[in-house]
């Protein structure tokens, strides 16, 4: 019989039957442990997920004097079926003498343009204050400019116009009225920048009490292609590292998992997914907090950071106040986006919260950021060499990547 000669040849290899059943027993109790263990804090943490909408219902709108901020670039789609709406309803919920509006378009192929002038139509019967700003500079223009500030030598043997330089210079449009108002004496209590997501203004109550309206920043976490959340450029853990996954529970830092579980504010070193909510001081300091790209000759060595991280990286505030990004906010970059991550219980099944939590503890085990973060340590310190007295603040934002504007969008290089 066959089981009989391979219980024999067992014996032979691994010694007496005594020890087999122990080892066998002992195998059999840390499995048991291992499932009951999963199956308990599967359970402990989808009740906390399932009911933190219960717990959140609609929280009072606050008067919260709002400079509200956004660049748009070929998004007639969803300003004409929910971002106009959105914001128009914000200004009504929080009062038209509450809130500022300051958009800034450049060169969209489609008809933005003609989507933001509705929306400066709705807002002019309202009387909310605004500035938009329709460019008709195109990415093409831009391109073609004369090289300057923000461009580099790239391995196509061209000089070609950052990225992030570019990014940076539109989202400091944004804020350019700041001062003007500053001057009038107009004061705000809060920036919110949006993106060109769906949100509602529920979203945005939440998200300025998060944490007890406690924050440098809070942001809402964005999805275009759910269950993937998508800005990964700008997310980084309290740990300062990049997400361990893109999927829930993303983190690698303990901190920012623990609080994720509990849908609590989940402190992290920098975010900026889809909406993001600061106090407006350090705007309108001198000298005033703005939007920047790491210098030139640091992106030449093949580094590069988003300017939506390096803010946090430059932010006074954000050591003493923190960085939170709020689970309950969720918001999507289409429809279904926003649909698929709404309710809260259905945004997790049971089935993802136990396969996620072993994937991430797997990643976690198995991974490590200590490489890339090697790489990055060491092209900065040669930068520093050749470069006395220049600093880069936001190191946890830096990536081995060198990104270009392109006439349809932007490369890789
Ligand atoms: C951003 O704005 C500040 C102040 O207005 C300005 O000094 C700085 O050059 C701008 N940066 C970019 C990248 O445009
Ligand atoms: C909007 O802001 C820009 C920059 O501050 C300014 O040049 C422009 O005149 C403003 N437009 C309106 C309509 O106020």
Same mark, same amino acid.
């Given at each position: 019989m066959v089981p009989t000669t391979s219980y024999a040849s067992s014996i032979l290899r691994h010694g007496s039957p005594r020890r087999i059943g122990l080892r066998r027993r002992l195998l059999r109790g840390l499995l048991i442990c291992m499932v009951a263990w999963t199956v308990l804090e599967v359970l402990y943490i989808h009740r906390l997920v399932s009911t933190a909408d219960i717990v959140d219902a609609r929280p009072a709108p606050q008067s919260e004097r709002l400079f509200i901020a956004s660049m748009h670039w070929n998004n007639e789609a969803i300003l004409r079926s929910h971002w106009n709406d959105a914001v128009i309803e914000l200004a009504k919920v929080f009062g038209p003498d509450n809130v500022f509006v300051s958009v800034f378009e450049s060169g969209s192929w489609d008809d933005t343009k003609g989507a933001l002038r509705e929306l400066d139509a709705s807002l002019d019967r309202l009387g909310v204050r605004r500035n938009i700003t329709l460019s008709d500079t195109t990415h093409q223009d831009e391109i073609s400019a004369p090289p300057g500030e923000g461009w580099i030598d790239t391995a196509r043997h061209q000089k070609e116009l950052r990225r992030i330089s570019y990014l940076a210079r539109l989202r400091n449009w944004t804020l350019r009225p700041l001062?003007?108002?500053?001057?009038?004496?107009?004061?705000?209590?809060?920036?919110?920048?949006?993106?060109?997501?769906?949100?509602?203004?529920?979203?945005?109550?939440?998200?300025?009490?998060?944490?007890?309206?406690?924050?440098?920043?809070?942001?809402?976490?964005?999805?275009?292609?759910?269950?993937?959340?998508?800005?990964?450029?700008?997310?980084?853990?309290?740990?300062?590292? /990049?997400?361990?996954?893109?999927?829930?529970?993303?983190?690698?830092?303990?901190?920012?998992?623990?609080?994720?579980?509990?849908?609590?504010?989940?402190?992290?070193?920098?975010?900026?997914?889809?909406?993001?909510?600061m106090p407006i001081d350090p705007f309108v300091s001198t000298p005033p907090l703005r939007f920047r790209a790491i210098s030139d000759s640091l992106a030449q060595s093949h580094l590069e950071g988003s300017e939506c991280c390096l803010i946090h990286a430059d932010n006074p505030l954000s050591q003493a106040m923190g960085v939170y990004l709020n689970p309950r906010v969720r918001v999507g970059y289409n429809p279904a986006a926003y649909a698929a991550v709404h309710p809260t219980g259905a945004w997790l099944s049971l089935q993802h919260v136990t396969?996620?939590?072993?994937?991430?503890?797997?990643?976690?085990?198995?991974?490590?950021?200590?490489?890339?973060?090697?790489?990055?340590?060491?092209?900065?310190?040669?930068?520093?060499?050749?470069?006395?007295?220049?600093?880069?603040?936001?190191?946890?934002?830096?990536?081995? /990547?060198?990104?270009?504007?392109?006439?349809?969008?932007?490369?890789?290089?």
């Open positions: 001062e003007d108002l500053s001057r009038q004496g107009i004061t705000f209590d809060k920036v919110l920048f949006l993106n060109d997501v769906v949100f509602t203004v529920d979203d945005v109550i939440s998200l300025l009490g998060t944490n007890g309206g406690t924050y440098a920043a809070a942001c809402s976490l964005d999805f275009s292609n759910p269950p993937l959340y998508y800005d990964t450029f700008a997310l980084r853990d309290a740990s300062g590292d /990049e997400h361990a996954m893109q999927t829930w529970p993303y983190f690698r830092s303990a901190t920012s998992r623990h609080a994720l579980y509990a849908m609590s504010p989940v402190p992290v070193k920098s975010c900026w997914n889809g909406m993001v909510a396969l996620a939590l072993w994937e991430n503890r797997l990643r976690r085990w198995m991974t490590t950021p200590s490489l890339k973060q090697l790489v990055v340590r060491r092209r900065i310190s040669r930068w520093q060499d050749d470069h006395a007295g220049e600093e880069e603040p936001g190191e946890f934002c830096l990536i081995n /990547e060198m990104q270009v504007l392109a006439d349809n969008g932007w490369a890789h290089v």
